[in-house]
């Protein structure tokens, strides 16, 4: 249930960041009336991955063989989707930007087909992916903690991009990534080891009776899976608490330095007014001084 939670929450965020620097361009630019297919390309992207998801569950996968591979194919996108993310992740919300305008700049009907397509292949792009994993962890464990898990970290991410674009969640989304991404990465081991395990059972590929009396015991219990995947969370946020409570002490501390060095400056020079008082009141000796000269 956790991996389909973490899973479900890192797609539904990327696909939520898509749609809303497409909504937000658009507004920015006065075309707020080409919303109508942004929306509608991300309910025709969500139908499709719901049908994909229902045929993968339809599909009975028969033999140790096949269930290798799906465990493979599911860690092959789970990497991907992190190498992905890391690549453009800093210019991701430019290269949307310039693509929105491209289609956006277009006459007629045009412009509403080219921005609905796009955001239709980019978000069905994450919805298969998030159908092909789910299916995959779904052969390792209960269906129901499966879809628990799912729909709470789809409902989490539609929360974490709503919030994130009205401004009322400050979320450092290179941080967020960068958690995800290690814990995910735990996530395709453990798909990985557990799909050549599949494979070795169906003597697919070669292995030993030492390697299988090593990796059966581990891939068949759940629970281990489990408390690492957790144990690795707990850690990952512990960590940035942590890290986030140092950075808030260093900037407090930092500030407070300033202040004292600022009020420091401010003993050291004469104030303003007395400075003034001091150049009138010369000013009133000279004066005094020339007059008497004069008589």
Known sequence: MLSAFLIALREGVEAALVVGIVLVYLARTSRSYLSRFVWAGVTAAVALSLVVAILLERFNIDGDGFEGLMYLIAAFFVVTMIVWMNRVAKHLKKEIEDKVEKFAAREGSSAGWGIFLFVFLMVLREGVELAVILRAVELSTEGLQTWIGTIAGIAAAVAVGLFFFKGTLKVPLHRFFAVTSTILILV?????????????????????????????????????????????????????????SHAKAATAAANDAERRLVQAQARRQPRPHRRLHLRQGHFRASASARRRNCE
């Open 188 to 244: 395709a081991i453990q798909l990985l080891v557990t799909g050549l395990h599949e494979l070795s059972e169906a003597r697919w590929i070669p292995s030993s009776k030492s390697e299988m009396a090593i990796l059966g015991p581990i891939v068949r219990n759940d629970l281990f899976f489990f408390i690492f995947v957790f144990g690795a969370v707990v850690l990952m946020v512990f960590r940035e608490l942590q890290t986030a």
